[in-house]
């Protein structure tokens, strides 16, 4: 065995040791640990400030773009956000424990489905430091241990991060190694923690599709995947035109570079003639660069021309595309079933809406698109865990098992089913 | 591509297809599907008993073992408990499209949680032809379309029972494509369909560790695993004894070759000298096998020693063997705690039982067993979907991700959000 193979058997190991303990530890304890990581991060600014300058440093001098620079940033105020954070989630309700159903059968056995964290939870992120304190909080409060692999250029500020919430784990007496950080952050860490059958319940790998990509084709441990969203805001020929606006501007320019911005913007052909005009000068007013087809450019008329450098062809493949930019394809459909149909064959099953008066329209979208979040009259912006009220998120799965959507404690759960009886035999 | 991965890839489009119609079929066109299914078997039986009458010649002429020649078997009574399986499953509520939680957030936004189908299925099986027929039944009435690969060995049976089907479907109106056999079951289809990932929402194996174990190794679409069962019954000091021995005799003699028969029997040490004899002299009886410690050496006492060629000493591994035949790994352990300590480090998460009049003891059992299915006073037999009440089942997850323990309708759903606003942005 490899030193690197050791090395994650050995977390593998202590996690399962924590683990087993952490299903047996009272929620109040959990509770009491949660703050009292808290108050070891904030004990601890100077250090992490100060280690987390170390990356930056680093990665300026390897020349790392700024938005990477950014993310990796710590500063007191995000610190204390990070701390926060463990508080919030300390006073969330706790999903462990929940009965899920009851009922009884005629032979007199009495079932329970009752709610278990799932064990221990590998998390593979990238460049941001507050996601170590995030992840760490999100599984202790589901009860399970988790082992964190975070990106190679925050290894110093996660160190210091992990080290504090380890002092805060072992002061409350939950086992330190409830959280613990791979100290080697590099891809080989990434393949052997997808093979940890048997020590592992779930892998949930978070960052570009790179990432992703090479834990899917290695993982054996089953996988919750985090991919892009090719989001989709279908105007109908029933559309309140105002809103439409709204839902288009906030959907593509409130943060373009995340999974929940809208990439293609439909419009049905009955409203192509006023709305594009409409919508496309207030995207281009905010600097979009609009890939229209053949009917979106003539019904934006003059403006097509007059924008030339912002407005161009799209091709087949812009519809495909997560720019995470201002960016945005636009097409012309013929209905709603067009719509839909457009978006099932292009889109990524994670994020659509309708802007409709057409209740009718409405529903048959809703039933018709089949992604995780399907909204009328809303914002793409509102797949997200806070907005859905779960306290908490430590992810957006863009699979169908198990975790669909925003992924809040109940999803880093499994159950069990607790069987109570007389002596019944079959 | 090759002639095998062009044939997954064709049997992948179709299932696709079929899927995205079932997706918007009435339940009611469902069910009468289903009724037309299993007309259509009937119809069939002699060319479906002609089929089988081959393949169990060729399996006889192989050299097979006399139990897998019976599972392979069919006849006009196994057939007509097919269809009729099939008319059961079309009566029983559909899952899909039931709301499972509903709630509104501050802002307006209406909220709710809706249960959809997963989309296509993958299952891999081995011999019994009737799970050709079971499988098919239960994908389509929870709206997803199946990819079958069945064991080479049943080829011909299922051949014949899938065109049946696909009449079925066809009669009904709905995708002929909506049941798929993989009419080439050779190990490399296994593959690749563990490979189609955007093809195959759920890969299932079903059948013997090896094949399971394939599967794991190479597939990169989601799994949902049926491993084995180590399942235990413990012999608390305060069981009542005629009930202990009831649920030993009906856990290890009813079924001994399926996964929820007991594997391991552990003792209380204060109890032993009573119990061990009584339920050692029952088992005995039955041809039971015991491999036991020291401790149940001495309490078995006498009958040790006249049985000896049923009783021998018990090797650690037998503590960790899924014997499915009339051997039980005997052990006394010193409490609870003990006993729970015993079969997490030793058992397979699947199905463990306590005897006991203790309230205390049983729900420190129930609470500190980690398996799928937790009993107090009852059988492990009990792990089945039909004894739940569900209805149905189409294996028993050993996973702890989406379904485990019995998976019956619910658990081939996935589910999406629909979020009705009034033009509400973040």
């Not at 304890?29 to 070891?40: G, H, K, Q, T």
Request: one cysteine or more; a neutral charge.
């Amino acid at each position: 065995m490899s030193d690197l193979a050791q090395l994650v058997a050995t977390l593998g190991q202590q996690a399962r040791a924590a683990a087993r303990a952490l299903a047996g530890t009272p929620p109040a304890r959990i509770d009491a640990a949660l703050r009292a990581m808290a108050d070891e991060l904030l004990a601890a600014e100077a250090s992490i400030l100060a280690a987390n300058a170390a990356d930056v440093a680093a990665a300026r001098a390897a020349g790392q773009v700024p938005a990477l620079v950014d993310r990796l940033t710590l500063d007191s105020k995000r610190l204390a956000a990070c701390a926060a954070g463990l508080r919030e989630v300390a006073a969330l309700p706790h999903p462990v424990g929940q009965v899920l159903r009851e009922w009884t059968q005629p032979n007199g056995l009495r079932f329970a489905k009752v709610r278990v964290p799932l064990g221990v939870i590998g998390f593979i992120y990238e460049s941001r430091p507050n996601v170590t304190c995030d992840a760490a909080g999100l599984c202790l409060k589901s009860g399970n241990a988790v082992i964190l692999r975070g990106g190679s250029e925050a290894l110093r500020s996660n160190t210091a991060i992990a080290a504090a919430l380890a002092r805060g784990l072992a002061a409350s007496g939950l086992p330190a190694t409830s959280v613990q950080l791979v100290p080697v952050p590099d891809r080989e860490t990434v393949r052997l923690l997808g093979e940890a059958t048997g020590v592992i319940d779930l892998l949930i790998p978070r960052g570009g599709r790179g990432l992703i990509e090479t834990v899917v084709r290695s993982a054996r441990v089953p996988v919750i995947k985090h991919y892009d969203g090719i989001c989709a805001l279908y105007v109908d020929r029933a559309a309140d035109l105002a809103m439409a606006e709204n839902l288009a501007l906030n959907g593509k320019c409130s943060r373009p570079g995340v999974c929940n911005a809208i990439e293609t913007l439909l419009v049905h052909r009955d409203i192509a003639a006023t709305a594009l005009p409409r919508l496309g000068a207030a995207l281009l007013e905010r600097g979009v660069q609009l890939r229209v087809d053949e009917p979106a450019r003539r019904a934006l008329g003059d403006l097509a021309a007059r924008r030339a450098g912002q407005v161009t062809a799209a091709t087949p493949a812009d519809y495909r595309t997560e720019f995470l930019d201002l960016i945005l394809a636009v097409k012309v459909v013929d209905s709603t079933a067009d719509a839909i149909a457009h978006i099932e064959a292009n889109g990524s099953h994670h994020t659509d809406t309708i802007v409709t008066a057409d209740a009718a329209a409405a529903e048959q979208f809703l039933a018709g698109v089949d992604s995780a979040v399907v909204l009328w009259n809303a914002s793409t912006r509102f797949n997200d865990g806070f907005e859905f009220g779960f306290g908490a998120e430590i992810g957006i799965s863009t699979d169908k098992l198990h975790a669909r959507g925003p992924m809040g404690l109940e999803e880093l759960t499994s159950y069990k089913y607790v069987v109570r009886g007389n002596g019944q035999t079959r």
